[in-house]
């Protein structure tokens, strides 16, 4: 998945709501082919079935959250509203919304477990490695290093979950 190393809405700056909804959407965005793209930027290249859903469920949670006007602002669709090919690094607030965005709809520790099956060529005991990976990381941890990888900051949540990643996979 593109954005797996990689979900609190953004709130414009000098804007305010009486409500909590974020602001209209501009009228002239296809917001149907902004969610595709979305999802298929989420699912990569060579999607398997379970990509596909997830990318779809991202689009959706991610679009729920913010505006097309946000995800223009941060980078992550042009001027035309089409998404960027190149994810570019996020301010922190955006970040936090798409990181949220992801780990609604992916499980963390199943996909780093099959990452790491992958890379040992099925030598790895998978149900050890998300055993220990479940204790070594709680969400908070999970989702700050999926906000620092975002932001490209350095942050102790990458130590820590590339140590914890380290420790399981040695087990």
Do not use: H, K
Request: charged share 20%; with cysteine; hydrophobic share 45%.
């Amino acid at each position: 998945m593109l954005l797996f190393c990689l979900l609190v809405g953004l709130v414009l700056s000098g804007c305010s709501s009486s409500d909590d909804e974020p602001p209209a959407p501009d009228a002239t965005v296809d917001e149907a082919a902004l969610a595709e793209g979305l999802a298929a930027m989420y699912a990569g290249d060579n999607p398997q079935p379970d990509d596909v859903s997830e990318g779809d469920c991202f689009a959706d949670g991610l679009l729920a959250a913010t505006t097309p006007e946000q995800l223009r602002e941060g980078g992550l669709v042009d001027a035309s509203y089409a998404v960027v090919t190149d994810i570019p690094t996020l301010d922190e607030d955006l970040a936090g919304t798409v990181a949220d965005a992801q780990l609604a709809c992916t499980d963390f520790i199943e996909d780093s477990t099959a990452a790491q099956s992958s890379i040992t060529r099925g030598r790895l005991d998978a149900d050890a490695y998300a055993a220990c990976l479940g204790d070594e990381l709680d969400d908070a941890a999970i989702r700050a290093s999926v906000v620092a990888s975002l932001t490209g900051e350095w942050d102790p949540a990458l130590v820590r979950l590339s140590e914890a990643q380290v420790t399981c996979a040695g087990q």
